[in-house]
């Protein structure tokens, strides 16, 4: 995907939630822009990625970085495999091109085991979708997902994974919902 179709994503909503993730990794391979976390991927603009390094002050690529609060970000003994990483999300996307939207519910799961949560759900042939309400507000507009397994693909360029199944089946509104 060339550089200027790409969207752009919101800066301040992508350092938020990589700091909630405590590890990432910015990867500049062949003149594209990735930013992994153990549960999302976000292809970037060279300007969007130079952003978020900057906000983050990380200084390395290629690398995971993790955060401590001693030293800030510092790079971790995890081994990298940026290619690796990078045909995992090309096949997700490939993948996501064959397969039918969801569609919102207008259904926020708040609550799972009195833990406070952001969870929006989307249904779809596949059943339903519960996705990080904060991993959606890195991505301007209205999204456009595909549920695949685990993930989600967003507007065919960003992969985020979904959250656990029994957060929405066991929440107390749509459980009465089932029984009408």
């Known amino acids: 995907m060339e550089e200027e179709k790409l969207q752009p994503v919101k800066i301040s909503a992508v350092v938020r939630a990589v700091k909630e993730q405590g590890v990432c990794m910015l990867i500049d391979r062949d003149d594209e822009y990735y930013l992994v976390t153990g549960d999302f991927?976000?292809?970037?603009?060279?300007?969007?990625?130079?952003?978020?390094?900057?906000?983050?002050?990380?200084?390395?690529?290629?690398?995971?970085?993790?955060?401590t609060k001693e030293a800030g970000w510092v790079q971790t003994t995890t081994e990298p495999k940026c290619a690796e990483v990078v045909e995992k999300y090309i096949s997700l996307i490939l993948q996501a091109a064959e397969r039918p939207l969801l569609q919102p519910?207008?259904?926020?799961?708040?609550?799972?085991?009195?833990?406070?949560?952001?969870?929006?759900?989307?249904?779809?042939?596949?059943?339903?979708?519960?996705?990080?309400?904060?991993?959606?507000?890195?991505?301007?507009?209205?999204?456009?997902?595909?549920?695949?397994?685990?993930?989600?693909?967003?507007n065919d360029t960003h992969v985020i994974t979904i959250m656990l199944d029994d957060a929405w089946q066991e929440n107390q509104y749509i459980t009465k919902l089932r029984e009408v």
Do not use: S
Not at 50 to 67: A, D, P
Not at 117 to 134: E, Q, S, V
């Open 41 to 67: 991927i976000l292809k970037l603009r060279r300007k969007d990625m130079w952003r978020i390094q900057c906000k983050l002050e990380i200084e390395k690529r290629n690398v995971y970085m993790g955060h």
């Open 105 to 154: 519910t207008g259904i926020a799961v708040t609550m799972y085991h009195d833990i406070e949560m952001d969870g929006r759900l989307y249904h779809g042939a596949d059943g339903f979708a519960l996705i990080r309400g904060g991993y959606l507000d890195m991505i301007p507009g209205k999204p456009e997902l595909v549920r695949l397994e685990d993930y989600v693909v967003v």
